[in-house]
């Protein structure tokens, strides 16, 4: 008589292999970093895009309570401006509450300015040093100023140079001849003659026509003879 047959049993599962797991863990780890990486561009394109908005904010609310400053700028009551009173704030505390806006720069600016005529020469150099001077007409104007802050402290070398880079940062018949003229007499008080008289050649080949160019013309004459 033949054995009855017994069912087959249920296959068990086949157990998975090391390398199986080793598998799934590496796709899990490089779908954490993926995923890590992603949040982490999203959220500095967040902050970004935050910190223009608020920065853009700032930028409008300094332009506005800087007009009292600016008002008294004009009238040149540099110490009200610098300083302020109870019902506005002067440059100084612009400079600080607004740093990181465009307003906040032109703040620290008129603050270099007001020092400059209240004959706080260093305090000047120290303000306009630490502005982002622009490439227009306004920079020409705050090289010019730090410029003088400098020539006002014996440093005549300095003050070349920032005369020198406010003629040509803003190049015009107006400003650069006058700033040219003044670059080449601290270079003269520098002892710097051959650096004076590249400067009083530059203003009469581009602008022969300019008031200043009678004054450099002579000014050449005496210092080509101490150029060596």
């Known amino acids: 008589m033949a054995k009855e047959k017994t069912p087959p049993s249920a296959e068990s599962p086949a157990p998975i292999k090391v390398e199986s797991w080793r598998d799934l863990w590496s796709r899990f780890l490089e779908n954490r970093y993926v995923s890590i990486g992603t949040s982490v561009a999203l959220i500095a394109i967040l902050l970004w895009i935050g910190a223009r908005f608020y920065l853009s904010a700032q930028n ?14 004009r009238q040149d009551s540099f110490e009200k401006a ?8 002067g440059f100084e505390q612009l400079a600080s509450e607004y740093r990181w806006t465009k ?11 007001c020092y400059l ?3 706080q020469y260093e305090a000047a150099i120290e303000a306009l040093e630490s502005c982002d001077i622009p490439d227009t007409y306004l920079g020409g104007a705050a090289y ?18 920032a005369y ?3 003629a040509e940062i803003h190049q015009n018949s107006q400003t650069s001849p006058m700033y040219l003229l003044y ?12 650096g004076a008289a590249r400067l009083y050649r ?8 300019a008031a200043e160019a009678p004054t450099a013309q002579k000014h050449l004459a005496r210092v080509e003879a101490h150029a060596p």
Request: with cysteine.
């Open 60 to 73: 409008e609310e300094a332009l506005r309570e800087m007009r009292y400053a600016e008002e008294y700028f």
């Open 82 to 89: 610098l300083k302020g009173s109870v019902s506005f704030m």
């Open 103 to 113: 307003a906040g720069n032109l703040c620290r600016l008129y603050q270099g300015l």
């Open 117 to 119: 005529n209240l004959g």
């Open 144 to 161: 010019g100023a730090l410029a003088a802050a400098y020539a006002e402290t014996k440093n005549f070398s300095k003050a070349a140079k």
């Open 164 to 166: 020198e880079k406010a």
């Open 183 to 194: 670059a080449g007499l601290a270079y003269e008080l520098a002892g710097d003659y051959k």
């Open 202 to 209: 530059g203003l009469l080949n581009r602008y022969p026509l």
